[in-house]
């Protein structure tokens, strides 16, 4: 069983301690017939990194990885509704609704910046989502009818890399006379309210945002392709220097959600989401999945206060939660 958050259970209410060991169970079973079904090439990067000696263990730090990566689905989703809402929201203020229409540019030639390119691929998708649609209903279709698409559902079609291309110096302005004309530099301490947290220089802040996004949506990307949630190079050797690279991760996505708005920063804390990555990509979670972490130390008296919130657990499959110093804990079955 698992207590998550940080729970510390510690009971005096009986002299009689009991230990129990590791179990291993888990390792008695014969993992030949999922193991071949993963690529060797994928299997040896996990055993090269974190030097598993059977098959149960390989098995659980490959499972731990998809458990690791699921925690940070909803840092990066976060991150990437907020860059673009917080865009979305200043440049309707100053440009109108279809704004990527209107806001000035700097292009050489018939060349589109990568950010319309990306406008023109939402409306695109979205085209090609109503003829399927239509295909389906066997209803003509009628080639000289052009959808208008509204503004919500183009900003719902674009990808990440939409909003790491806007701030590009293709919208950034040349001279101060022409400010109101772009978006750059007048919005910066609009759209990131707190940009000076990534560096007080205005001039370089949004050159430094734009990178550090560059990299979490390459990241982003490799997670969603099924790669390792954690970077290879040549000073990653281990489990612990793995899990350090994630955390690196998790740290600059904790920059960005921080120079774009304190309080968006307060609220993912309040509801858990950099705790549980956190919590999740540590080497204590790695080691409950290779079967190595030691159970606590139990006495009679503990395991019985337990027991009714254990059995909860184990047969409604639920996560049994309370509130402790106004925090809340919970407890649910691992394997």
Known sequence: ?????????????????????????????????????????????????????????????????????????????NLEISLRN????????RFGLYWWDQIGKNVQGDTLPKFLVNIDKA??????????????????????????????????????????????????SLSPKDNANYLWPKSLGKVFRNYSSITPNSKYARKEIGDLIFELRE???RLFHHEPVWNKAPNVSDARSAIDTIRMKINK?????????????????????????RRVCSLDELNIYRYTKPYCTMTDAQHSLLDEYCQ???LKNETVIWEYKNNVFGLNKIR
Not at 8 to 36: C, D, H, K, L
Not at 86 to 93: H, P, S, V
Not at 131 to 151: G, Y
Request: one cysteine or more.
């Open 86 to 93: 917080a865009i979305d929201r200043e440049a309707k203020a």
């Open 1 to 77: 069983m698992l207590i998550t958050h940080h729970l510390s259970v510690n009971f005096y209410v009986a002299t009689t301690w009991i230990e129990i060991g590791v179990s291993r169970m888990p390792q008695t079973t014969n993992y030949e017939s999922i193991i071949t079904l993963i690529s060797n090439p994928r299997l040896c990067g996990y055993q090269n990194t974190f030097k598993t000696t059977n098959d149960s263990e390989l098995y659980g730090i490959y499972i731990w990885a998809q458990h690791a990566a699921a925690s940070l689905y909803p840092l990066l989703q």
């Open 219 to 221: 990241y982003r990307n």
């Open 123 to 172: 409306k695109r998708t979205l085209e090609i989502e109503r003829r399927k649609k239509e295909a389906r209903r066997k209803s003509p279709l009628d080639p000289f009818i052009q959808n208008q698409w509204t503004h919500d559902q183009i900003l719902a079609a674009t990808d990440f890399s939409t909003w790491h291309f806007i701030l590009s110096n293709d919208f950034c």
């Open 253 to 277: 996505i904790e920059r960005l959600v921080n120079s774009l708005d304190k309080g968006l920063l307060t609220i993912l804390y309040k509801v858990g989401l950099f705790d549980n990555a």
């Open 312 to 314: 909860i657990a184990d």
